[in-house]
């Protein structure tokens, strides 16, 4: 049997030159990818095409052209330079969806700075350990959001500056500044920071099984591979309404929410309203979407409300339905057959990866069930777990590998080499997720390789909710695991045992969570506890999860000698 997968350079034959190339109009040494996204398609006459439609959850609604997103993130960029921020400072973003929050994305990389995206549902714990951590010198956050900064303000000595997005008079503290782009001088034109390709751009954290999340660094030609996969990939045309659901506190809203599409010049619509499946349809009908960019727990979302809802509604705009984030379940792809007429393609990719790296491209036959083949100019297979060397049968699954040097790469963890330089085996960037690759070059998800949760299509780490949980004074130990939930695929249930004088009860439980509460998001939020005498441990002491999750999916757990080794 031949090579599988794509790792013969041979089937590898696009070359990312050429979207250098076709990024290379910009003015000299300039790579800044801010300046890409608004104003190049400016400079290109497309000044008055509408970037975005913000629609909030009241129904209230805000357009902004490429002429508009160009001065307001200009803006935006001079007014962080007033404050004395310098490149390479870390600027956090911890807002809802708001205009704001797309337009400062491109404010802060236009002022050189390192643009640190955060979902604004974490709590207080989950925010201090991602801001300390980056050692964070400016926020932009809301009224809504301010007060969980200010109860971890006087740990961050690095934090400088929280600007207070539309406080209107209300009553600021010490190191808050009040911001409205109403309210500051508008910037026609601004000296963008000449990035250079290399120089760092996002740092997204994202949670692995052990220690703390990691910071991963992108840099600014990131945007080479953003451009082009949603170019092709997500099949993004200048012509085209197109309409990403993630939120930008994860990696698909800046990824696929804001560099891909404005790179390509296209108009995009946002939604800051919670899932409904009447609203989105709406949306979708309202504004004529044509590509649409979800995920897997929102279309299980849409299944239950049936064909019937679909019905109700002029559906006939949309053109091309991508998912990412989860496994697309081959029901979902032949539901969305039925209701809409057209599959969703799956595409697969991390935050580490930038962009996405294993697809389903337009033109080519779905199998449902599968996550598509490696996207040109990604070599990609899967590994065996011991040799380190590509799996050459087809159907047998290993770990999926990738051939570093792709443009969107992650540069490092942030403060964490060693953790970054362990990602690397034998020349091959380790994803930590099981595939198998079938005869036809189709790679096939099986799960992941670590004790990471996947849930909602959100990545939570065991480590962050073990340790909330462990600051409660009745936790002796814990171990956080995902166990099957028919929508979200996966919601987190905590194993705990108790210190002595402690019994399990209904009170301790609601106690427990009461706590746990204020310090995760809600996605983190286990569903269930059980309280158990000890925790399954490893004979080095490490607990065993992956024989708690096994038991929670009704999968064998065979031979524990391999868990033994983690
Ligand atoms: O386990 C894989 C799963 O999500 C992980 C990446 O999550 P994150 O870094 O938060 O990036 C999310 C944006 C892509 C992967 O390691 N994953 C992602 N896409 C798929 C998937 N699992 C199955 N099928 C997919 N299409």
Known sequence: MGNIGNYDEKYSSFRWKMSEQELSYGKDGMFNLAYYCSDLICERGHGDKLAFLWQGFKGEKKEYTYHDLSVASNTIAQYLAGHGMKPQDRVCLFMDKIPELYISFLGVLKMGGIVQPLFSAFGEDALFTRLEDAQTRAIFTTMKHVRKIRRIRDKLPDLQFVFVVNAGDKKLEKGEYAFSLAGIPRVDTFDIYKADPEAPSVLHYTSGTTGKPKGAQH?????????????????????????????????????????????????????????????????????????????????????????????????????????????????????????????????????????????NFPGMKVKPGSMGKPFPGITATVIDEKTLEPITTPGRVGLIALKPGWPSMFRTYWNNKEMYDSKFKNNWYICGDRASIDQDGYFWFVGRDDDVINTGGHLVGPFEIESALLEHEAVAESAAVGKPDPVNMEVVKAFVALKSGFQPSADVELSIMNFIRKKLSPLAMPQEIEFVDSLPKTRSGKIMRRLLRAKEWGEEIGDTSTLEND
Not at 250 to 263: A, C, D, F, K, R
Not at 264 to 293: C, M, P, R
Not at 317 to 322: K, N, Q, V
Request: proline share 4%.
């Open 219 to 359: 840099v600014h030609s990131s945007i080479i591979a953003q451009h082009v996969t949603a170019r092709w990939a997500l099949d993004i045309t200048p012509d085209d309404i197109y309409w990403c659901t993630a939120d930008p506190g994860w990696v698909t809203g800046t990824s696929y929410g804001i560099i891909g599409p404005w790179s390509n010049g296209v108009t995009q619509v946002i939604l800051d309203a919670g899932f409904s499946s009447e609203k989105w349809y709406q949306f979708i009908q309202q504004h004529k979407v044509t590509v649409w960019y979800t995920a897997p727990t929102a279309i299980r979302l849409l299944m239950k409300d049936g064909t019937s809802m679909v019905e109700k509604f002029d559906l006939s705009s949309l053109r091309h339905l991508i998912s990412v984030g989860e496994p697309l379940n081959a029901e979902a792809v032949i539901w969305s057959e039925k209701a809409f007429g057209k599959p969703f393609y799956d595409s697969y990719w991390q935050t580490e990866t930038g962009a996405i790296v294993i697809t």
